[in-house]
């Protein structure tokens, strides 16, 4: 069954600092993958998506992430972070085989300190 | 995102009560979703449904129910069965099988 892990449960970076989340996924095919943001007491908004292509994709607010297949993995970065930013960040595999369920890992809190 | 709307925001429960958390949609997409959300534990996936009068399963169904009567809605039934109802519930859409998911903002249910 596939899964997702995301091994920092959070993490705390300097404003104007760069930033890199951590995702790796298990999956016996290519999978669909998804970044997702939550603010306190909200819903998720989608950052970006990867289906197949450019493993290095761009998404809203500045962020991106790279497929790496070797590695099997889906990292966020970010070249400067605001403020604004400090949310928590959700990694997300789809399946790929006919099915409409995501599997969501278990977040990652981003701190952002002045 | 302005085109699903949960309701109501907060929600309390008594001892052996049921209640319903409504989801409604404007988006025209086919499949829906009720996530549960813990503390650290991210999104579990109660039920979803792929088109109306059609729903499955997700992965922790126990005492919750669902019905899909119309495209637009989904509700959601907590039962008494439910014993640790207290979490925060998140509807989701998507406009067919692996498109990124679109967010309401979510149901925070707790008990009195």
């Known amino acids: 069954a596939q899964s997702v892990t995301q091994p920092d449960i959070h993490i705390t970076v300097s404003e104007g600092a760069s930033l890199e989340l951590r995702c790796n996924y298990s999956?016996?095919?290519?999978?669909?993958l998804f970044w997702y943001v939550q603010s306190p007491g909200q819903g998720l908004q989608l950052l970006l998506k990867y289906f197949s292509g450019d493993t290095l994709v761009q998404g809203i607010k500045g962020f991106e992430a790279e497929f790496k297949r070797s590695q099997s993995s889906f990292n966020l970065r970010k070249p400067s972070v605001h403020w604004s930013d400090a949310a928590e960040y959700f990694c997300?595999?789809?399946?790929?085989?006919?099915?409409?369920?995501?599997?969501f890992g278990a977040g990652t809190r981003l701190f952002v300190k002045a | 995102d302005g085109g699903i709307t949960q309701s109501p925001k907060y929600l309390f429960r008594k001892e052996g009560q049921n209640v319903t958390l409504s989801c409604e949609q404007n988006?025209?997409?086919?499949?829906m979703y009720w996530y549960r959300q813990d503390p650290g534990q991210g999104l579990r996936l109660i039920y979803y449904s792929q088109i109306v009068n059609d729903f499955q399963k997700g992965d922790i169904a126990e005492g919750y129910s669902v019905s899909r009567e119309k495209k637009e809605s989904f509700p959601l039934t907590v039962t008494s069965a439910q014993k640790n109802p207290t979490a925060f519930y998140l509807c989701?859409?998507?406009?067919?099988?692996?498109?990124?998911?679109?967010f309401g903002d979510g149901t925070r249910l707790s008990i009195l």
């Open positions: 988006l025209n997409h086919d499949a």
């Open positions: 989701a859409t998507s406009d067919r099988e692996n498109q990124p998911q679109h």
């Open positions: 997300a595999v789809g399946e790929n085989t006919g099915g409409f369920k995501t599997i």
């Open positions: 999956y016996g095919a290519t999978p669909y």
